[in-house]
């Protein structure tokens, strides 16, 4: 059946003939996609505490309560298998509560994304009629959110690891629960291996024992029951809506102008309050077609009903993306943006509609060559389905998938895990500050050699460790394992002391944490080029990203300034909160704040300390060498040294989309490198005369 909904103003905006994306509604798998009444709404209903509770007492694993807490009873280690919308993140963890399993410790509910930690951690403490950060709280990056009194914590993987660098049997814990488990990132798998040995090593000790649940959706779960010991699977299945999917008749070549007509098609036609969820690849592309759809929702002014557009990515501060959660207004529509970021955990009541673009961005470490690929790639067929599972909370929902039936029976059937494909240099680090020797560590799924190998080295060169051979962290590997940052950014952090730049590193890390801080509407693009000549540093985009934090900082309108200067609020916003963490760290290394003023031979020298590895030479024929790797590079059109050719360049990194690009650029002077890593210098054959 192909779908009805047509639209005509959408496609001028985009200088591109007016189309009809037609949907067939045949479904490969013949696979029935349902969900519950809402597992986990974020905002508090309108008539209360009542409402809430009822709708707990409406989930399926909430009818099969006795049978659940029987078998974490009887086993130490137990599998959850769950539909999406079956309840089992919000409700097994205070069952296990309610019962007193936890005893005197804490249930530790881990999610991949610091979205998913902070929204349910904030419905369970609705549920549970208290505040976020007393009985239920959340830590994640830069954030901690609980007391001495939590006893339900929901943390990122991440953040769970780092807790267990310094309490390696994870002793606050009597129960940790491993959600949406089947997303493999590079922290929960190395956190299967942490909490497999916490266990048996407790056990082994006579010390009060660990109980661990891994739940999911989907996932491959054999391969981990055979992992924990074969241990059992508990299949949980209940009640549910459906939702139809569709798939395109025809194959589209461009998703993201695909996706906005379908978006159209849907609003013409469909009542108010029916919500749309839309997955696309990153911030840029989300900014890009909120801008389009704000512009075509114009001209539809009384021909459908108002549309207000939010974005969700990663790197939003957290109110912004709490936004994303309020309930849509009478008589009107919310669109929402998402990278894959909502395709887990998190539940955005409302949603009748997602449009799958098929696309998710995802980044590739190639050791041999220090590249990371970062391109836009197909989905596999799990990250369909879980797409798919995000409509149709409420009532019966719709999956519009932007590819036909026959590109998804040849997508993959599961992503490859990200311990397999990422730099495993932070990872490696957590590890020896754990005392696991990285290359004997029980991973569920092993990752290449020559990656442990090369981020070994990596550590030896930021003198973190004294051999690749038998490593060990040195004192200075220590202090570097207390900083949730990329190794090299944290020797840069400590070194700063020496440089008394302290205060201007600091703030130069907190934005590389950032995503870019620069807007380029594409109506406007002359216009923001030349607001942001005023912070344009001949020395590179450090410096200017510093001029732009430093102005900021100072400004009282800051919303009203970005605007006039085409930066980006959020993300300069999250940085500050960056910042205010990162100084706080600094203070428990000892490390005193100071202040270069405007001497920035001082700033470039500190990048050295930490990125020396990432320097390129300029040959003859104006292109740039890797001196590390040898690789061919060309700078960034996006950075401010763009079209310049200065002798020598250090990069923040290396990203491969079409061609080889250096991002995030700084000039330095040779004689800088021979003064402070004269060793790497003597293994690395330079041409200019300077270093000899």
């Known amino acids: 059946m192909e779908s009805k909904y047509a639209f005509t103003n959408a496609a001028s905006k985009l200088k591109k003939p007016t189309t009809l994306v037609t949907f067939s509604t045949s479904n490969p798998n013949k696979r029935s996609?349902?969900?519950?009444?809402?597992?986990?709404?974020?905002?508090?209903?309108e008539n209360g505490l009542a409402a809430i509770l009822s709708q707990r007492k409406s989930l399926p694993v909430y009818a099969v309560r006795g049978r659940i807490l029987e078998e974490i009873k009887k086993h130490s280690t137990l599998i959850i298998i769950g539909e999406t919308g079956s309840g089992k993140t919000t409700q097994i963890p205070q069952f296990i509560h309610e019962e007193r399993l936890d005893k005197e410790?804490?249930?530790?509910?881990?999610q991949p994304r610091r979205v998913a930690a902070i929204t349910i951690s904030l419905r369970v403490a609705q549920e549970m009629n208290t505040k976020q950060g007393e009985i239920v709280g959340y830590t994640v990056r830069f954030e901690d959110v609980t007391s001495e009194n939590t006893k339900l914590k929901y943390l990122t993987d991440g953040m769970l690891l780092r807790e267990a660098i310094s309490d390696?049997?994870?002793m606050k814990y009597s129960v940790i629960v491993l959600d949406e488990a089947h997303e493999r990132t590079v922290h929960t798998d190395v956190l299967f291996g942490i909490v497999k040995q916490a266990q048996k090593t407790r056990k082994e000790r006579g010390l009060k024992p660990l109980?661990?649940?891994v739940m999911s959706a989907t996932m491959d779960v054999d391969h981990f029951s055979n992992y924990f010991g074969n241990v059992p699977i508990l299949y949980l299945e209940g009640r549910q809506h459906p939702v139809k999917i569709f798939h395109t008749i025809q194959p589209q070549e461009d998703y993201v102008f695909s996706s906005l007509v379908t978006i159209f098609q849907i609003h013409r036609e469909a009542p108010a309050n029916h919500d749309i969820l839309v997955f696309l690849t990153g911030q840029e592309e989300i900014e890009s077609m909120a801008?389009?759809?704000?512009l075509i929702a114009r001209d539809l002014e009384g021909k459908a009903p108002p549309l207000r557009v939010y974005p969700l990515y990663s790197s939003l501060p957290s109110h912004q993306q709490l936004d994303v959660f309020r309930p849509t207004s009478k008589g009107m529509r919310k669109v929402i943006l998402s990278t894959n970021v909502a395709e887990t955990s998190v539940t955005i009541s409302g949603i009748k509609y997602v449009i799958d673009s098929g696309m998710v961005k995802a980044r590739s470490h190639h050791p041999g060559t220090g590249l990371d690929i970062l391109k836009v790639q197909r989905i596999s067929q799990a990250q369909a389905w879980q797409r798919t599972g995000r409509a149709g909370r409420e009532s019966t929902g719709y999956c519009y998938r932007v590819y036909t039936r026959k590109e998804f029976e040849s997508l993959p059937k599961n992503s490859v895990p990200e311990v397999q494909r990422c730099n495993l240099t932070g990872v490696v680090l957590q590890l020896l500050a754990l005392g696991i020797n990285c290359v004997s560590f029980d991973f569920i799924d092993k990752p290449p050699r020559e990656s442990l190998i090369a981020a070994l080295q990596q550590l030896k060169q930021l003198n973190a460790i004294e051999s690749v051979d038998s490593p060990a962290l040195t004192k200075l590997g220590h202090q570097m394992s207390q900083f949730p940052l990329d190794p090299r950014f944290s020797k840069i952090l400590l070194a700063a002391k020496d440089y008394n730049c302290v205060e201007e590193v600091i703030s130069i890390v907190a934005l590389l944490s950032s995503e870019s801080v620069f807007v380029t509407p594409p109506n406007k693009r002359e216009e923001a080029l030349s607001a942001r000549q005023k912070f344009v540093s001949s020395a590179g985009d450090h410096i200017t990203l510093l001029n732009v934090f430093r102005t900021f900082s100072k400004i009282s309108q800051k919303k009203q300034w970005c605007h006039e200067n085409f930066l980006n609020v959020r993300n300069l916003q999250y940085a500050s909160d960056v910042y205010t963490q990162l100084l706080e760290l600094c203070k428990r290394c000892k490390v005193p704040l100071s202040s270069c003023g405007q001497d920035i031979d001082k700033i470039r020298k500190c990048l050295v300390t930490g990125l020396f590895m990432n320097v390129a030479e300029l040959q003859r024929e104006r292109q740039y060498i890797t001196v590390d790797t040898r690789q061919a590079v060309t700078i960034h059109p996006s950075s401010v040294l763009f079209g310049s050719y200065p002798p020598f360049v250090l990069f923040t990194e290396v990203v491969q989309t079409g061609r080889c690009y250096l991002r995030q650029i700084s000039t330095i002077e040779p004689e800088w490198l021979l003064e402070i890593v004269p060793n790497?210098?003597?293994?690395h054959k330079l041409s200019f005369s300077s270093v000899s």
Not at 105 to 110: D, E, L, N, S
Not at 291 to 294: A, L, M, V
Not at 680 to 683: K, L, P, S, T, V
């Open 33 to 45: 996609i349902s969900e519950q009444s809402p597992a986990k709404r974020i905002l508090l209903a």
């Open 105 to 110: 410790g804490r249930i530790g509910i881990t």
């Open 168 to 170: 390696n049997l994870l």
């Open 211 to 213: 109980k661990i649940l």
């Open 291 to 294: 801008h389009h759809i704000r």
């Open 680 to 683: 790497y210098i003597r293994n």
